[in-house]
T-cell receptor
Framework: SQKIEQNSEALNIQEGKTATLTCNYT??????LQWYRQDPGRGPVFLLLIRENEKEKRKERLKVTFDTTLKQSLFHITASQPADSATYLC??????????FGTGTRLTVIP | NAGVTQTPKFQVLKTGQSMTLQCAQD?????MSWYRQDPGMGLRLIHYSVGAGITDQGEVPNGYNVSRSTTEDFPLRLLSAAPSQTSVYFC????????????FGPGTRLTVT
């Protein structure tokens, strides 16, 4: 069965530093992968999508990489701000119109 | 655009009761889906629809029914509520199935006693 591991449940980082979140997966070869942000009591919000033939994608201070050999995606937030504090979800497409969500990493940016 | 709306925001049910969670989107999206989110677990897909009149099961469909009579609406029915269905439920939509952004509703927090 599919398995997604996000590096840790919680990550604390100092404001201004780069936050790096890891998503590892097994038993599948997704055609694309997505990252979402979720704030407490709210639904997830889409951030980035990267396809299997893309190594890297950027959007403002966000960068995601996708290594299909390692079965890993890295999500970076540069110049982190307290407003970036949230839970970040890694999502794999698994074919047949299904998406599988990781349990998320709760990021706290300390002023 | 209102995006994806869900009602109610909170609901308490007794075991055995039935109810319908409402979901609507005004973006003319083909694909709609229902997820449940439990502590320590990722969102899990309950049912999805790729268009009006077409529905299919996700990872955890037991105890739930759906229908898609219009493009806009995708209600989720709990047939006979059980405490194991206590969860937060999210509805989502996207332009089509596939590599497209999912738009999520605000969620419904359901407690079954």
């Amino acid at each position: 069965s599919q398995k997604i591991e996000q590096n840790s449940e919680a990550l604390n980082i100092q404001e201004g530093k780069t936050a790096t979140l890891t998503c590892n997966y097994t038993n599948y070869s997704p055609a694309y992968l997505q990252w979402y942000r979720q704030d407490p009591g709210r639904g997830p919000v889409f951030l980035l999508l990267i396809r299997e033939n893309e190594k890297e994608k950027r959007k403002e201070r966000l960068k995601v990489t996708f290594d299909t050999t390692l079965k890993q995606s890295l999500f970076h937030i540069t110049a982190s701000q307290p407003a970036d504090s949230a839970t970040y979800l890694c999502v794999l497409e698994t074919g047949a119109n299904n998406l599988f969500f990781g349990t998320g990493t709760r990021l706290t940016v300390i002023p | 655009n209102a995006g994806v709306t869900q009602t109610p925001k909170f609901q308490v049910l007794k075991t055995g009761q039935s109810m319908t969670l409402q979901c609507a989107q005004d973006m003319n999206h083909e694909y709609m889906s229902w997820y449940r989110q439990d502590p320590g677990m990722g969102l899990r897909l309950i049912h999805y629809s790729v268009g009006a009149g077409i529905t299919d099961q996700g990872e955890v469909p037991n105890g739930y029914n759906v229908s898609r009579s219009t493009t806009e609406d995708f209600p989720l029915r709990l047939l006979s509520a059980a405490p194991s269905q206590t969860s937060v439920y999210f509805c989502a939509s996207s332009y089509k199935p596939g590599p497209y952004e999912q738009y999520f509703g605000p969620g419904t927090r359901l407690t079954v006693t």
